[in-house]
């Protein structure tokens, strides 16, 4: 049976679960052991990388080591149920994608319900998606390219990173805003899709601007729109969808990540972890490291995080459920 998710699962979960149930002093100590980082992905992949460039400073901060614990399987779902299942005393977190909040709108059932097991700690990073073609397409820009593939219903191949993964998601929330008719080709990640991009037997992806700037400055595709309110620093001449006229303002944040813990870890606790989380990704050379890999952050509070997650979760059940998608 598949478990009620939604912007109101998160709120009870912030709501019930944070005040306190352990001794103020206990907060007060925290930590006083190592606390575990769990990634629901193999080592090397976008989100083990960004938690293993934060979790030293973290642990610095924190005064205690943090130390990442890859439990990759089932589109992450193993490692999230771990965490759920944990003793909630901030020992054990999950640094989770948006994978984690839409699993539950793409598999029958997940066995832990992202809206009352856990609680949204703070916002990590984010990194922009990039509508990339071959060099070889006519279209020189989005809105050409949009005008390009409506007068080819059903022509076009798009590139996927597995089926629901956000390359998929994206490209199905392209397809809906600007009523295109294009088929997914589902790969094992990203770097299997990006040969058959290059030669052309794709007409196009959509993919993180850290997967794509390399081919973007070889000249191997063409970038033809970014996600976000403003350009990226790190692709200066890819105008944003909005400045190329075909506007995907549900695709400003790109891909994220962030801060969970199990459901009834005391409000202080979570306070200190999204404090230090802040504080860890505002120091300037974190912010140089990170820029480096085309991440940003913006800085929330657990209560705006709850918030964006919530409306993150919203719609990509929208998307699903509109575009028919379903977990193989």
Partial sequence: MRRPTGPLFYLAALAIALPGLSPLAQAQSYPTRPVRLIVGFAAGGPTDVLARAIAPRLGETLGQSVIIDNKPGASGNIGAELVARSTPDGYTLLFGDVTFIVNPSLFKSVPF????????VGFAGSTPQVLVVPTSLDPKN???????????PGQISYGSA????????ASELFKLAHGLDMQAVHYKGTGAAFPDLVTGRLQMM??????????????KVRALAISGTKRS????????FAESGVPMPDLDFGAWWGLFAPSGVTRDIVAKLNEVLVRTLADSDMKERLAAIQIESTAMTPEAFAKFVHDETSKWARVIQRAGIVAD
């Fill in 113 to 120: 319900n992202p809206g009352t097991d856990f609680v949204p």
């Fill in 142 to 152: 989005a809105a050409d390219f949009v005008k390009w593939a409506k007068a080819r």
């Fill in 206 to 219: 959509i993919i993180s601007s850290s997967a794509s700037k390399p081919y973007i400055d070889s000249g």
């Fill in 162 to 169: 597995g089926n629901g993964s956000p390359p998929h998601l």
């Fill in 233 to 240: 620093s790190g692709l200066p001449n890819v105008p944003t």
